[in-house]
């Protein structure tokens, strides 16, 4: 499955809050904000079980190549239920505020204050997306 969005505004100190539902089974699924599907400035990366993790979410970017991983032990997602997530960010860092309200964060690595495309891949349903 994959829901794209393209020309929005997620600008510098705005919340986009997410509410969905992982599949029964669900290995794994993404969601994508930067400038277009190659240009990956948040790639945030629940994996169940899937490219040989565990429980675990996976950040990075995509700026002409995949940059470092960044491992986030926390995992507070469950098959087949449903979540909430909160993004926000400035030109040094992404806020990901993960269901049960821990924090994580990853480096804002192309120090950018906009960006206009977000997707999702995965065995994911989007429920709603609010950007404000």
């Known amino acids: 499955m994959v829901f ?16 969905a ?8 699924f993404s969601i994508n904000i930067g400038h277009d599907a190659d240009s990956i400035a948040l790639h945030f990366n629940p994996r169940f079980n899937a490219m040989g993790d565990s429980n675990v979410i996976v950040c990075n970017s995509n700026q002409g190549g995949w940059g470092a991983e960044h491992r986030e032990p926390c995992f507070p997602f469950q098959q087949g239920e449903e979540f909430k997530l909160d993004i926000n960010f400035n030109n040094d860092t992404f ?6 309200g821990t924090m994580m964060s990853f480096p804002n690595r192309f120090g950018d204050d906009v960006f206009k495309h ?3 891949v995965g065995d994911v349903k989007i429920i709603s997306l609010k950007v404000k």
């Open 4 to 19: 794209t969005l393209k020309d929005m505004s997620f600008k510098a100190g705005m919340h986009m809050k997410i509410t």
């Open 21 to 28: 539902k992982t599949k029964p089974g669900c290995e794994a």
């Open 118 to 120: 977000m997707h999702v």
């Open 95 to 100: 806020y990901i505020e993960l269901p049960g």
